[in-house]
């Protein structure tokens, strides 16, 4: 059974830094792709960030483009968000996912992830 549990959120000031962990089980990280999304109140989900398990290669929105890195550590069987340079637009609830797809797309949607973590919320003050 796939499994993903989120932490490492929490409130942060504007231009601050978090990383958020993403512990996984009951698959590897060398046959599915992982990503994380993020959802503000009233918004759609959108994806942040993703690593293809094909390659090791990655995939991030325009929008946190330099500012945020996935990684992943095989060992521990966890993957991370290290997002710095924080906004108050970067705030919402951040769900890590894991798809069946080894390889991150062009553009990256929920619809491509079929596991979910529950979410951590991120809070970023101006």
């Known amino acids: 059974e796939v499994q993903l549990a989120e932490s490492g959120g929490g409130l942060v000031q504007a231009g601050g830094s978090l990383r958020l962990s993403c512990a996984a089980s009951?698959?590897?990280?060398?046959?599915?792709?992982v990503g994380w999304f993020r959802q503000a109140p009233g918004e759609l989900r959108q994806g942040v960030s993703c690593?293809?398990?094909?390659?090791?290669?990655?995939y991030s929105a325009d929008s946190v483009k330099g500012r945020f890195t996935i990684s992943s550590d095989n060992a521990k069987n966890t993957f991370y968000l290290h997002m710095n340079s924080l906004k108050p637009e970067d705030a919402g609830l951040y769900y890590c996912?894991?798809?069946?797809?080894?390889?991150?797309?062009?553009?990256?949607?929920?619809?491509?992830?079929?596991?979910w973590g529950q979410g951590t919320q991120v809070t970023v003050s101006s």
């Open positions: 996912s894991a798809s069946v797809t080894p390889h991150c797309l062009d553009i990256m949607t929920p619809y491509e992830f079929d596991y």
């Open positions: 009951g698959f590897s990280f060398d046959d599915y792709a």
């Open positions: 690593m293809s398990s094909s390659d090791g290669s990655t």
